[in-house]
């Protein structure tokens, strides 16, 4: 089956580096996606991954390793707004998104 | 960058009812839209899939007479909850995506409905 592994809750302390792992296993793969969502919003793009390697994009870098099923997302220099969840989706074969359930990521002063 | 819109943003309607969301794509054709729920404090949960001038590819468990689905335009797709209970009461977030294959799919603000 499909399936998108990801830690429920993640606390870590503004200022800081954080990251959020992600395992995933789905029938062929075209890329992997990493999503933010505040509470009571719609999800926002923050990376696509398709081949193996780090992507930055200013304080967030998403990793991606093919052959191990296996993506990070990277946040530095925390900052109280990036309290959110975090969804990471692998497409599969037919583009389909298989989403995970999110990583809810608490940032304390 | 592209933006979808929705509408209403939130709507509160009677059991028995019927409500209309509309999802649009405002400054690219759109030929596959998603329509997702979510329940509070859970991950976002597909439920279905429609592209432009055919019918909607329903996930397992959702009911396609119940949510009606209609993708008349490449810019415009309406999700219809049909004889509505208190246990659609959830978050509907619909978005789009320009290719039919891999490509960033753009989120809409979400539709909060509540059904008293």
């Known amino acids: 089956g499909q399936n998108i592994d990801q830690p429920t809750e993640m606390t870590a302390t503004e200022g800081a580096i954080v990251q959020i792992n992600c395992t995933y296993q789905?029938?062929?793969?075209?890329?992997l996606f990493w999503y933010q969502q505040h509470a009571g919003e719609a999800p926002t793009f923050l990376s696509y991954n398709v081949l193996d390697g780090l992507e930055e994009k200013g304080r967030f870098s998403s990793f991606l390793s093919r052959s191990k099923g296996y993506s990070y997302l990277l946040l530095k220099e925390l900052q109280m707004k990036d309290s959110a969840s975090y969804l990471c989706a692998g497409v599969d074969s037919n583009y389909q998104l298989i989403w995970g359930a999110g990583t809810k990521l608490i940032i304390k002063p | 960058g592209a933006v979808v819109s929705q509408h209403p943003s939130w709507v509160i309607c009677k059991s028995g009812t019927s409500v209309k969301i509309e999802c649009r794509s405002l400054d690219f054709q759109a030929t596959t839209m998603f329509w997702y729920r979510q329940f509070p404090k859970q991950s976002l949960m597909l439920m279905a899939t429609?592209?432009?001038?055919?019918?909607?590819?329903?996930e397992q468990g959702v009911e396609k007479d119940k949510f009606l689905i209609n993708h008349a335009s490449l810019t415009l797709s309406t999700l219809t909850v049909t004889s509505a209970h208190p246990e659609d009461s959830s978050f509907y977030i619909c978005s789009a995506r320009e290719s039919p294959e891999v490509g960033e799919q753009y989120f809409g603000p979400g539709t909060r409905l509540t059904v008293t």
């Open positions: 789905t029938s062929g793969f075209n890329g």
């Open positions: 429609s592209n432009e001038g055919s019918k909607a590819t329903y």
